[in-house]
Structure formats: structure tokens, C-alpha cells
């Protein structure tokens, strides 16, 4: 779980904003071009909220606190006018 960086995490939620991202972006659902790009990260942080309520992890709930403010980040910086 910790493995997989935040920013590559993020990627497409950015690049669909329209803000820059010079992360390497996942392939397989993540791909850039996939339909179900964001797919991934909705099960990600599922599993994450699994894990931190079964052993209290704490670096565990910080990485997926970031993931959850970098979407955030991501819709109120928008640069497109999709919602």
C-alpha cells in the first residue's frame, strides 16, 4: 500500500483539472486513456480505510489523507468546466 506514491496516485485527477502533472501515470484502469481512470483509486482508499481500522497505522490514514486532499485539491483548481 505505501508502495504506490501519492503523485502517481493522483495523476490522472489532475491531468482530467487541467493542471500539470509530471508523474508517471499507472497503467491498467489508471491508464490516461483508460474509462475507468479513477476507478483504482476509489478501491485504493477503500483498502486503506480497511487497513487503518484494523492496526491503527497511522502512516497508513496520513497517505490516505493526501490522496483524499490532492482530489479535493484537484476540483477546486479545475481549469476545465467539466464537474
Partial sequence: ?????????LHDF??????????QPLGGW???HSEL???FVG??????AQL????SDAAIKTKADGIVAGIGSAKRN??????
Fill in 1 to 9: 500500500m505505501m508502495r504506490l506514491p501519492n503523485d502517481r496516485l
Fill in 14 to 23: 489532475r491531468i482530467n483539472a487541467g493542471i500539470a502533472s509530471d508523474a
Fill in 30 to 32: 489508471e491508464a490516461p
Fill in 37 to 39: 481512470r479513477g476507478h
Fill in 43 to 48: 478501491h485504493y482508499l477503500s483498502a486503506a
Fill in 52 to 55: 487503518y481500522a484494523t492496526t
Fill in 78 to 83: 479545475s481549469t476545465t468546466t467539466a464537474t
